[in-house]
């Protein structure tokens, strides 16, 4: 059986190495806070004390973290998985994080004989726990098909796009299309309410329609409720949209839709809602 080593607990990563350890994989979890490891601990999962223990005890090793910044700390820092790492062990970087970093990881990785793959997730916290997040995958085809057995334990939509940073790449598609999406869904609830209308039944009417998205059905009842818990913070769609539009202008491209959503988010977050989730775009209006 080969060893995997899981780096960041948070919201989404915290749920997607339960699915391995409970489906009897033989895990090793680290993060920088071990009280947020002791539930998988108690599950199953055995526990690093640095960065450095998963390297010597993994074949496989996933990250899922936070920011670029943390990304190129762990992959290439001093104590740092590729400069510390061996010839045929095999990186995964679920982060949402810049397709030049994956592509950079890529090289790294590649000089030193580790193969490295970003893989990008879409699906929240719901799709976390339940195991069927959408995973796009980038890097060598190969590497892939043999990683397939493990991805098919966190999500229900696997898909290959391409060598290096394809992976990142479809994530910023991803994040575009829900940037807009949300602000239509906020928008429409804003207007229901000002119109008078049961915003339960104006759902139950336009969830199953050509309106219908992941939001409506998942975030637009959250809103309702006052619920802005994290499924997806605030912070990290802000450094999303943040790397899509940068990504945009080097390939000459101008995106109205996501600069204002970008801006949106940016006013909220300067309101201390950073840690908010993102369906906390409704309280963009105030109390409507």
């Known amino acids: 059986m080969k060893r995997i080593g899981f780096i960041g607990l948070g919201v989404m990563g915290k749920s997607m190495a339960r699915h391995l350890v409970l489906n009897g994989l033989n895990v090793t979890i680290y993060t920088r806070t071990k009280e947020k490891a002791d539930d998988l601990i108690r ?29 190129m700390k762990v992959y290439l820092g001093d104590e740092g998985l590729i400069p510390n790492g061996h010839s045929g062990q095999i990186l995964i970087d679920m982060t ?15 000089k030193k ?8 997730v879409s699906g929240g916290d719901i799709g976390a726990r339940n195991g069927t997040l959408s995973i796009m995958v980038g890097g060598d085809a190969k590497t892939y098909d043999d990683l397939k057995p493990i991805f098919d334990f966190m999500g229900t939509n696997i898909v290959y796009q391409g060598q290096a940073g394809a992976g990142q790449h479809t994530k910023m598609c991803n994040q575009i299309a829900i940037a807009t999406n949300m602000i239509g869904v906020c928008e429409a609830l804003v207007y229901g309410k000002r119109a008078g209308l049961t915003i339960e039944d104006v759902l139950k009417s336009i969830s199953t329609g050509a ?7 998942n975030l637009a009842p959250r809103m309702l409720k006052g619920d802005y818990e994290p499924g997806f ?16 202008k080097v390939m000459g491209l101008t995106l109205p839709g996501l600069t204002l959503a970008e801006k949106m988010y940016e006013e909220l977050s300067k309101r201390g809602e950073e ?9 963009y209006w105030g109390n409507e």
């Open 43 to 71: 599950e199953g999962a055995k526990w690093a004390n640095s960065l450095k223990e998963v390297i010597e005890v993994s074949d496989i090793i996933i990250t899922m973290l936070g920011y670029p910044s943390d990304v």
């Open 113 to 120: 004989g580790i193969s490295v793959v970003d893989a990008p």
């Open 96 to 110: 949402t994080s810049e397709p030049s970093l994956a592509k950079k990881l890529y090289n790294e990785g590649e």
């Open 233 to 248: 913070y605030i912070k990290h769609f802000i450094k999303d949209l943040r790397i899509a539009l940068h990504e945009a």
């Open 275 to 283: 840690n908010s989730g993102t369906q906390a775009l409704y309280t």
């Open 211 to 217: 309106a219908g998205s992941w939001s409506l059905d």
